[in-house]
C-alpha cells in the first residue's frame, strides 16, 4: 500500500511540472510597451528574446529549401549561394527555432487562436519566404513577398516595401485585406527584417544598418533586393514605394537624397515616417557608434542632392504622430529639452523639400504617438495612390 501511495505522489509532481513548463511558454508572447514611450530603445522593444520552447519534440521537422530563383548579375556568387526561398516558418516554431532564437521578434505569437497570428494566417497561401544574404553587409536578412489576391504572374505590379519587418509586417494583412476588398489597387508587398539569427529590434543593429551602414545597406536594397525581386516577378518600378520608419524613416531620407547614384530605380515614391534624425548626432545614452558617422548633419543639406541635381522626380510622404517626445533613460528632460522633436524634423525635412520644388506631403497624426499611426497610415496611403481602376 505504501508503494501505491509513493507511485501516486511522484505522478502528481510530474504532473505539476508538465503543467509549469506549458505555462512557462505561454508567458513567452511578445509584450506592447506603452504609446507613451518614444525613446527609440523603449518604444520599438515589443518582445524579449524567445528561447527555443520546453515542449518542443526532440527531433524537429526538417526546413525545406527551394530552387527556383532568377538571380541579377549585381549579385556575388557567395550572395547567390546564400539565398534561396524557403517553405513558411513565420508561423511555426518548431522550424523557426532551428534557425535562430529570435523568431518571436516578428511579433506574432504562438498560438493559433491569437488574433494576429489568424490574421498573418489567413494570407499565408499568398506569402513567399525569402532568405536573402548581403556580402556587404555579411548579413542574413529574411524578405516576404506578399502576393495581392488573385496575383497574376503576367500582370505588373507596383512593389511596397516595408523595411523593419519585424515591427511592421503584421500590419500588412489589414492592408491586404483593403485590397481584397477593391477599396485599393493591388500591389505587391515585400518586407526586409533579419533572419531568426539576429534580433532585428535591437536598436544597436538597426543604427549599425541604418545609419552607420546606410550606403552599403542601399546597395544592397538597390542593386540585390529589389533587382532580385524584378528578376522573378513582373515590377512597376515607376509606381514603387520604399517605406521606412523611426530609424528606418531616418534610413528612407538618405535613400532619397541619394537614389540619384544609382541607375536602376526602383522607387518612385518614398514614406518618411517619423524620422530619428537626432540619432545622427545626439548621444541618448544607448551605446550609439555616433563616432562612425562622418557627417552628422548632413541630412540638414539632403545630402548634398541638390548640389549634385537641379530637380528631384520623386514622390515623398512624410508623417509623425502629433504626441512622439523624447524620454531618454537616464537624462533629464531639461538636458534635452532643445532637442528638435521627431514632428519638428518630419515638418524640417518638408520644407526643404518643398523649397526645391519636389511633389510632397506632410501629415501629422492627431493624438498618435510614434508607433499608433502606421498601420492605418498603410491603409489610408494604399487607397489614395492606389486606388481602383
Given at each position: 500500500?505504501?508503494k501505491?501511495?509513493l ?21 513567452n ?22 528561447t ?27 550572395e ?11 508561423l ?23 488574433v ?11 506569402i ?13 536578412f ?36 483593403l ?21 532585428g ?23 540585390d533586393?529589389?533587382?532580385?525581386i ?14 521606412g ?23 518612385a ?15 541618448s ?6 563616432k562612425?558617422?562622418?557627417?552628422p548633419?548632413?541630412y ?11 530637380t528631384?522626380?520623386?514622390k ?11 524620454r ?15 514632428p ?11 523649397a526645391h ?6 501629415m ?26
Open positions: 500500500m505504501m501505491k501511495y507511485l501516486l505522489f511522484i505522478c502528481s509532481l510530474l504532473a505539476v511540472s508538465a503543467a509549469s513548463c506549458a505555462n512557462k511558454d505561454t508567458d508572447s511578445a509584450a506592447e510597451p506603452t504609446a507613451e514611450q518614444v525613446t527609440e530603445e523603449a518604444v520599438e522593444q515589443t518582445t524579449e528574446t524567445q527555443e520552447p520546453a515542449t518542443e519534440k526532440p527531433t524537429a521537422p526538417p526546413i525545406e529549401y527551394y530552387d527556383g530563383l532568377t538571380y541579377p548579375d549585381t549579385m556575388t556568387d557567395k547567390r549561394e546564400n539565398t534561396s526561398y524557403r517553405e513558411f516558418t513565420l511555426y516554431p518548431e522550424k523557426a527555432f532551428q534557425i535562430g532564437v529570435n523568431r518571436l521578434s516578428y511579433g506574432i505569437p504562438q498560438e493559433t487562436g491569437d494576429v497570428h489568424k490574421k498573418v494566417k489567413s494570407i499565408e497561401e499568398n513567399r519566404e525569402l532568405k536573402i544574404y548581403d556580402e556587404q553587409l555579411d548579413a542574413n529574411l524578405s516576404h513577398i506578399i502576393l495581392p489576391p488573385n496575383y497574376d504572374e503576367n500582370k505588373e505590379y507596383p512593389v511596397f516595401l516595408v523595411c523593419d519587418a519585424e515591427y511592421w509586417l503584421t500590419k500588412l494583412p489589414d492592408a491586404w485585406q485590397i481584397n476588398e477593391g477599396e485599393a489597387a493591388p500591389v505587391i508587398f515585400v518586407t526586409l527584417g533579419h533572419d531568426y539569427d539576429t534580433d529590434v535591437d536598436d544597436n543593429i538597426r543604427f549599425d544598418k541604418f545609419a552607420v551602414k546606410q550606403d552599403k545597406m542601399l546597395d544592397f536594397i538597390t542593386n533586393l529589389m533587382q532580385l524584378a528578376a522573378n516577378y513582373k515590377v512597376d518600378s515607376s509606381r514603387s514605394v520604399l517605406f520608419h523611426s530609424l528606418g524613416g531616418l534610413f528612407s531620407h538618405y535613400a532619397l537624397c541619394n537614389s540619384d547614384k544609382y541607375e536602376y530605380q526602383p522607387f515614391n518614398y514614406i518618411i515616417a517619423s524620422p530619428a534624425l537626432w540619432s545622427y548626432y545626439y548621444d545614452g544607448d551605446k550609439m557608434d555616433l562612425s558617422i562622418s557627417d548633419y548632413a540638414r543639406n539632403e545630402f548634398g542632392y541638390f548640389d549634385r541635381n537641379e528631384m522626380d520623386k515623398v510622404f512624410i508623417c509623425a504622430g502629433e504626441n512622439e517626445a523624447y531618454f533613460r537616464n537624462q533629464k528632460p531639461e538636458e534635452y529639452a532643445d532637442l528638435p522633436t521627431i519638428e524634423d518630419a515638418k524640417s525635412v518638408y520644407e526643404r523639400l518643398t520644388g519636389v511633389s510632397a506631403d506632410l501629422i497624426y492627431e493624438n498618435s504617438y510614434h508607433r499608433s499611426y502606421v498601420g492605418n497610415m498603410f491603409c489610408e496611403y494604399l487607397k489614395q495612390n492606389f486606388p481602383t481602376e
